[in-house]
């Protein structure tokens, strides 16, 4: 069993930047992702990173603006975000172990940590 425990959220201005990390316990491997839910919206994949740091994918809002990364032996997972707009509030999830089909499908993911929220106000 594996628990995801993420951190560093916050409420940044637009234009401002945060990096969330994402802490594994037990056992947590392969395909790693982040995803987010807006108020009213379906949760959404943001962005995916494979067990030694490639293939990366990111969804097309983000592109050039997120970083995902991972650092195994620390088993965190981490995501740089600059440029943050207010489109970009959301709860934002960390996920695991793919069972395989597309990444950026929640229930294609065996475990996921309970969120943190990040905030951009205008």
């Known amino acids: 069993q594996a628990q995801l425990v993420e951190s560093g959220g916050g409420s940044v201005q637009a234009g401002g930047s945060l990096t969330l990390s994402c802490t594994g316990s037990?056992?947590?491997?392969?395909?790693m992702a982040w995803f987010r839910q807006a108020p009213g919206k379906e949760r959404e994949g943001v962005a995916g990173?494979?067990?030694?740091?490639?293939?990366?994918v990111y969804a097309s809002s983000v592109k050039g603006r997120f970083t995902i990364s991972r650092d195994n032996a620390k088993k965190t997972l981490y995501l740089q975000m600059n440029s943050l707009k207010p489109e970009d509030t959301a709860v934002y999830y960390c996920?695991?172990?793919?069972?395989?089909?597309?990444?950026?499908?929640?229930?294609?993911?065996?475990?996921w940590g309970q969120g943190t929220q990040v905030t951009v106000s205008s």
């Open positions: 037990g056992y947590t491997s392969g395909f």
């Open positions: 990173i494979s067990t030694y740091g490639w293939p990366i």
């Open positions: 996920v695991s172990d793919r069972a395989g089909g597309r990444w950026d499908v929640w229930g294609h993911y065996r475990y």
